[in-house]
């Protein structure tokens, strides 16, 4: 409790209390006196695309991994024998016993306009619609950097896990005794499914709608390691203080997130996602 109260809650006031100071544009240095001069520079129309631009991917990225993550999770609730739902349970944590960095280079090299998916495609016939998909514009015309859809392919595989765990102990919590009171009243197998397991489960994909959404929100390593000149909400943060150590603005750009979250978990919290954790 101290820990929370000193440490991360301190940060957090002390990002706020940044935010309404402003950076002197000619000194370029900070000053401490309270205004809303930064929150003002927030809401100009570049700023505010790049919170809209990281919201939508994030959104994206959440109902992606939702609709991946349900029936593999299904299926290891209700049907995976025991043997196999613990090669199942190993198979879904491997990728988080490897380092993030290296997960998200090994999609790098994979993506690629020189990777293996490239290759393979070459072989195809497909690369130009490959191309277009992937390797839209980037910094420098490098060929490393990856249109918005290249970077939610990489966002949705290094967050699924995150998804597949919540709903799959959400599925196990679902009493057999219902679904076999269902199926007795003369319900068919997909009422039964429509009507009782995806309720009592939705808690589960909210939980896990938890992780993913935050985690992409605020995210910097694969923008900044995959991505083109667009911005997202952590490059930005990053930029503004490490570049050009306009830290107030980069304190704003935080407390969006923060607020964005803190909406989002009143309203799981109002589908029971808590219970589901």
Same mark, same amino acid.
Do not use: C
């Given at each position: 409790? %101290?820990?929370?109260? #000193?440490?991360? @809650? +301190?940060?957090?006031? *002390? $990002?706020?209390?940044?935010?309404?100071?402003?950076?002197? =544009?000619?000194?370029?240095?900070?000053?401490?006196?309270?205004?809303?001069?930064?929150?003002?520079?927030?809401?100009?129309?570049?700023?505010?695309?790049?919170?809209?631009?990281?919201?939508?991917?994030?959104?994206?990225?959440?109902?992606?991994?939702?609709?991946?993550?349900?029936?593999?999770?299904?299926?290891?609730?209700?049907?995976?024998?025991p043997?196999?739902k613990?090669w199942?349970?190993?198979?879904?944590?491997?990728?988080?016993?490897?380092?993030?960095?290296?997960?998200?280079?090994?999609?790098?090299?994979?993506?690629?306009?020189?990777?293996? %998916?490239?290759?393979? #495609?070459?072989? @195809? +016939?497909?690369?130009? *619609? $490959?191309?277009?998909?992937?390797?839209?514009?980037?910094? =420098?015309g490098?060929?490393?950097?990856?249109s918005?859809?290249?970077?939610?392919?990489?966002f949705?595989?290094?967050?699924?896990?995150?998804?597949?765990?919540?709903?799959?102990?959400?599925?196990?919590?679902?009493?057999?005794?219902?679904?076999?009171?269902?199926?007795?009243?003369?319900?068919?197998?997909?009422?039964?499914?429509?009507?009782?397991?995806?309720?009592?489960?939705?808690?589960?994909v909210?939980?896990?709608?938890?992780?993913?959404?935050?985690?992409?929100?605020?995210?910097?390593?694969?923008?900044?390691?995959?991505?083109?000149?667009?911005?997202?909400?952590?490059?930005?943060?990053?930029?503004?203080?490490?570049?050009?150590?306009?830290?107030?603005?980069?304190?704003?750009?935080?407390?969006?997130?923060?607020?964005?979250?803190?909406?989002?978990?009143?309203?799981?919290?109002?589908?029971?996602?808590?219970?589901?954790?």
């Amino acid at each position: 409790m %101290l820990y929370m109260l #000193v440490v991360y @809650l +301190g940060s957090l006031f *002390a $990002l706020l209390i940044n935010s309404f100071f402003y950076l002197d =544009g000619f000194t370029g240095k900070i000053v401490h006196q309270f205004t809303l001069k930064t929150y003002a520079e927030l809401l100009q129309s570049s700023n505010m695309q790049i919170i809209l631009r990281t919201v939508v991917m994030a959104g994206a990225v959440t109902i992606a991994d939702a609709l991946i993550a349900f029936p593999l999770a299904y299926y290891m609730a209700k049907h995976a024998s025991p043997k196999l739902k613990t090669w199942l349970y190993i198979a879904v944590t491997l990728p988080l016993w490897s380092s993030y960095l290296v997960r998200v280079y090994a999609w790098k090299l994979i993506l690629a306009k020189e990777g293996i %998916l490239s290759w393979f #495609v070459n072989l @195809l +016939g497909l690369d130009g *619609a $490959l191309n277009w998909l992937l390797h839209l514009p980037g910094i =420098g015309g490098s060929s490393l950097s990856l249109s918005p859809i290249g970077m939610f392919i990489v966002f949705t595989y290094i967050w699924l896990p995150y998804m597949i765990l919540p709903i799959q102990t959400a599925l196990e919590r679902v009493p057999r005794s219902f679904l076999e009171a269902s199926g007795d009243l003369g319900a068919k197998p997909p009422a039964t499914f429509r009507f009782i397991t995806l309720p009592l489960s939705f808690p589960g994909v909210v939980a896990g709608s938890i992780f993913t959404f935050s985690l992409t929100l605020g995210d910097f390593i694969v923008p900044l390691s995959l991505g083109n000149s667009r911005f997202f909400i952590g490059q930005a943060v990053y930029s503004h203080q490490g570049t050009s150590g306009n830290i107030p603005l980069a304190a704003a750009f935080t407390v969006g997130p923060v607020v964005i979250m803190i909406i989002y978990l009143l309203i799981a919290r109002k589908f029971g996602a808590f219970d589901a954790l």
